[in-house]
């Protein structure tokens, strides 16, 4: 069974960088059948796609914070991380970490696995 | 970027009756390869999204036969036939088709 699991400090302070890391377990981070996001939601309020890695090292990002964000897999560990620089208090939010199914069976953004979540709240 | 936009955003439904979730894309989801990136997701009480449905209309495994999703281009429904205690919860749409992949609002399912 694949689990994932964010960890990270649930405190960042404005104008600083957020970075998450999601532990996979039950699979492993260079199968290229599958890819790796990060999906966030504000406390009370709907999803928002963040961006997405594929074992290739290919990526993408969300338009709306594209020069400010940046994920990527550490294989060794079987972990991917998001950084998220310059923080606001618009970017306190629960962060997800999330499985993408494979694309020739289930197709684009069908997120199959996901991390119980992790609140980071920015403030001073 | 795609704006998907859910109606109801809060549907009081009674236990056994039916439930149903629109979801509109601001351009058709139909991709270069003919496929369609609708996704439904499940989100209860306190926990993690769950996906329900992918691709329009294909039901993930453990999800009771209940739910089911259809649609076209950029008209999309889930349906729930009878609702039960456990599906109340918010559930979203979500497309894969254009960069960036964008979600609904959001439609709250709830007991009466």
């Known amino acids: 069974q694949v689990q994932l699991q964010e960890s990270g400090p649930g405190l960042v302070k404005p104008s600083e960088t957020l970075s998450l890391t999601c532990s996979v377990s039950?699979?492993?981070?260079?199968?290229?059948?599958?890819?790796w996001s990060w999906i966030r939601q504000p406390p009370g309020k709907g999803l928002e796609w963040i961006g997405c890695?594929?074992?290739?090292?290919?990526?993408n990002y969300n338009s709306s914070l594209k020069s400010r964000v940046t994920i990527s897999v550490d294989t060794s560990r079987n972990q991917f991380s998001l950084k998220l620089s310059s923080v606001t208090a618009a970017d306190t939010a629960i962060y997800y970490c999330?499985?993408?199914?494979?694309?020739?069976?289930?197709?684009?953004?069908?997120?199959?696995?996901w991390g119980q979540g992790t609140l980071v709240i920015v403030s001073s | 970027d795609v704006v998907m936009t859910q109606s109801p955003l809060s549907l009081p439904v009674t236990l056994g009756q039916p439930a149903s979730i629109s979801c509109r894309s601001s351009q058709s989801l139909v991709y270069s390869d003919g496929n369609t990136y609708l996704n439904w997701f499940q989100q209860r009480p306190g926990q993690s999204p769950r996906r329900l449905i992918y691709k329009v209309s294909n039901r993930d495994s453990g999800v009771p036969d209940r739910f089911s999703g259809s649609g076209s281009g950029s008209d999309f429904t889930l349906k729930i036939s009878r609702v039960e205690a456990e599906d109340v919860g918010v559930y979203y749409c979500m497309q894969g088709t254009h960069w960036p992949w964008t979600f609904g609002q959001g439609t709250k399912v709830e007991i009466k």
């Open positions: 999330a499985r993408g199914d494979d694309i020739t069976v289930a197709g684009r953004g069908a997120f199959d696995y």
């Open positions: 039950g699979g492993s981070v260079s199968s290229a059948t599958y890819y």
């Open positions: 890695m594929y074992y290739s090292g290919s990526s």
